[in-house]
């Protein structure tokens, strides 16, 4: 499995940075359509739709729904990530009334389907919105998630003991949160070296990354308790060593709208236009 994950993200990464640095920003964003469509398709079973027709139909929707919002991102990706931020606080409800023994997650496929906008578009919106503004920051949060889910994976399994959610993810420990908020924070501190940011600015970067580390952990934890209701271990298996699409982006959805919206502020107010 290790093994498996290892050469998925050896494969997948310089893909990754092609598209950042290289590619004009309609590439990119089409590209991360795609992705973002195939964690649309894994979702559409989550929500409980079982069809193909009527997964297919949530797809075509879902595409639709992109394509509108890329045209007007404009005047659209300000709004989108501040209702993310609103719909995040509903979904941390859900995750801690879940581990405190309440089932109140939703089980009506409709309501479902429109979670799954409400995941996954202003992420992908978020995530464009960076790379047009700036490529070094999209690398920034990409390296704050990929640091966390390492962190938290070799600390967690080394020294891990006390359950975190364990009634959503038994596996996820205390120390494996401990491990990834280590490994975000020495990223942080390095990235404001490197860039020579001035107390305030690096106070600000370092706080952004400890809560990118809980942001993040929330995706996952919601990711894992759709799961729980669609009894699967995985979203899908496309990527090996990591299962679905959305096995590998629960963190980046969470935390996506979060650092941009965040950065926006920092930088300006970028998301403007």
């Given at each position: 499995?290790?093994?498996?994950?290892?050469?998925?993200?050896i494969?997948?990464?310089?893909?990754?940075?092609?598209?950042?640095?290289?590619?004009?920003?309609?590439w990119?964003?089409?590209?991360?359509?795609v992705?973002?469509?195939?964690?649309?398709?894994?979702?559409?079973?989550l929500?409980?739709?079982?069809s193909?027709?009527?997964?297919?139909?949530?797809?075509?929707?879902?595409?639709?729904?992109?394509?509108?919002?890329y045209?007007y991102?404009?005047?659209?990706?300000?709004?989108?990530?501040?209702l993310a931020?609103?719909?995040?606080l509903?979904?941390?409800?859900?995750?801690l009334?879940?581990?405190?023994?309440l089932?109140?997650?939703?089980?009506?496929?409709?309501?479902?389907?429109v979670?799954?906008?409400?995941?996954?578009?202003?992420?992908?919106?978020?995530?464009?919105?960076?790379?047009?503004?700036?490529?070094?920051y999209?690398?920034l949060?990409?390296?704050f998630?990929?640091?966390?889910?390492?962190?938290?994976?070799?600390?967690g399994?080394?020294?891990?003991?006390?359950?975190?959610?364990?009634k959503?993810?038994?596996?996820?420990t205390?120390e494996?949160?401990?491990?990834?908020?280590?490994?975000?924070v020495?990223i942080?501190?390095?990235?404001?070296v490197?860039?020579?940011?001035?107390?305030?600015?690096?106070?600000?970067?370092?706080?952004?990354?400890?809560?990118i580390?809980?942001?993040s952990?929330?995706?996952d934890?919601l990711?894992?308790?759709?799961?729980?209701?669609?009894?699967?271990?995985?979203?899908?298996?496309?990527?090996?060593?990591?299962?679905g699409?959305l096995?590998?982006?629960?963190?980046?959805?969470?935390?996506?709208?979060?650092?941009?919206l965040?950065?926006?502020?920092?930088?300006?107010?970028?998301?403007?236009?």
């Amino acid at each position: 499995m290790l093994y498996q994950r290892i050469m998925t993200s050896i494969l997948l990464i310089p893909i990754i940075l092609l598209l950042m640095f290289v590619a004009k920003a309609t590439w990119f964003a089409s590209a991360m359509a795609v992705v973002t469509l195939l964690g649309a398709w894994e979702w559409s079973y989550l929500a409980g739709w079982r069809s193909w027709r009527a997964r297919g139909a949530y797809l075509l929707v879902f595409t639709f729904v992109l394509t509108a919002c890329y045209f007007y991102q404009t005047s659209f990706s300000l709004i989108a990530l501040l209702l993310a931020s609103l719909w995040w606080l509903v979904a941390f409800y859900w995750v801690l009334s879940h581990q405190q023994g309440l089932s109140v997650l939703p089980k009506n496929p409709w309501l479902n389907s429109v979670v799954g906008g409400l995941i996954l578009i202003p992420a992908w919106l978020a995530v464009i919105a960076l790379q047009k503004f700036n490529p070094l920051y999209l690398l920034l949060l990409f390296l704050f998630i990929w640091g966390a889910d390492s962190g938290a994976y070799f600390v967690g399994r080394r020294f891990g003991k006390q359950p975190l959610a364990d009634k959503i993810s038994p596996k996820k420990t205390w120390e494996g949160v401990w491990g990834a908020l280590a490994t975000v924070v020495v990223i942080a501190l390095g990235y404001t070296v490197l860039a020579d940011l001035s107390f305030e600015r690096a106070f600000g970067f370092v706080t952004l990354s400890v809560a990118i580390v809980f942001i993040s952990i929330l995706g996952d934890l919601l990711e894992s308790l759709f799961k729980r209701q669609a009894q699967v271990k995985d979203s899908g298996n496309l990527l090996p060593g990591h299962g679905g699409i959305l096995d590998r982006i629960d963190s980046l959805t969470a935390a996506a709208p979060f650092f941009t919206l965040s950065l926006s502020l920092m930088e300006g107010g970028f998301l403007y236009g």
